[in-house]
């Protein structure tokens, strides 16, 4: 097996995840004939806003998840959060709604991203302790 192997595999379906995102907005933007911010067309706004909380998250979370992976984390875990991540990630832009604040989805890819970013973190914290 290669570096970052469990990380890859993760990297790889969130990266569609995001491909699905990107091409929601490019055609939201075809129909609306926008092409800069939403123009006031609440469904643009929103897709816009759906692909903008993916890529403000998921990037670091990866990142994270490399660096411990590098640094001999359990696989087990690994898996664990990359699939939480990945539900999370497919769910969150069903919940995100601008009439909305409240949906089940939304509150599933919320907590759902956050838990590994806190996991990931936490054992990134105690590698770096530990390599003292």
């Keep these: 097996m290669g570096p ?3 990380t890859v595999l993760y ?3 969130l990266a569609a995840v995001g ?4 091409f929601r907005v490019i055609a939201v933007r075809a129909r609306t004939r ?3 911010l939403h123009g006031d067309d609440m469904e643009l706004a929103q897709e816009i806003r759906r692909h903008g909380n993916f890529f403000e998250h998921v990037p670091f979370v990866l990142v994270l998840m490399a660096l411990v992976e590098a640094n001999g984390a359990n696989q087990l875990i690994l898996h664990a959060m990359g699939t939480i991540l990945v539900i999370a990630r497919i769910a969150q832009p ?3 709604h601008h009439d909305r604040i409240m949906h089940p989805l939304r509150v599933v890819g919320s907590v759902g991203t956050l838990l590994p970013l806190v996991v990931f973190g936490s054992i990134a914290l105690w590698q770096a302790i530990d390599a003292f």
């Design 4 to 6: 970052f192997q469990v």
């Design 11 to 13: 990297a790889a379906l």
């Design 19 to 22: 491909v699905v995102l990107i």
């Design 34 to 36: 926008v092409s800069i």
């Design 94 to 96: 069903f919940g995100l």
